[in-house]
């Protein structure tokens, strides 16, 4: 996985106004699917329900790819939004 700095994490979806917490999202779930993760196209993002299929598809390639438990991503990216991201990130670091 790319080694990208959590705090610039965190920064940036503040700073482009939420933007590039989807951008990180498709880079990360590119990483994955290179890495053998079955995360869908981000395309999926754009359709209200479907979305929700997206993001538990998406959790789960982080707990494929090994980067820490899918269940434990969720729960931090639901409820601590931007800081979970950065957390994410950290564990994303530590994959080789």
């Known amino acids: 996985m790319t080694n ?3 705090f610039v994490v965190f920064l940036l979806v503040f700073v482009t106004f ?13 990483e994955m699917r ?11 993002i754009i359709i209200p329900i479907v979305s929700i ?4 598809k998406w959790c789960a390639g982080v707990g494929k790819v090994g980067a820490m438990n899918g269940f434990l991503a969720a729960l931090l990216l639901i409820f ?17």
């Open 4 to 6: 990208k700095n959590p």
């Open 18 to 30: 939420g933007i590039y917490a989807v951008v990180w999202y498709v880079k990360a779930g590119r």
């Open 34 to 44: 290179r890495r053998g993760a079955n995360v869908p196209t981000a395309w999926l």
């Open 53 to 56: 299929y997206w993001f538990i």
């Open 80 to 96: 601590l939004g931007p800081l979970g991201m950065a957390i994410v990130q950290s564990q994303f670091n530590n994959v080789k």
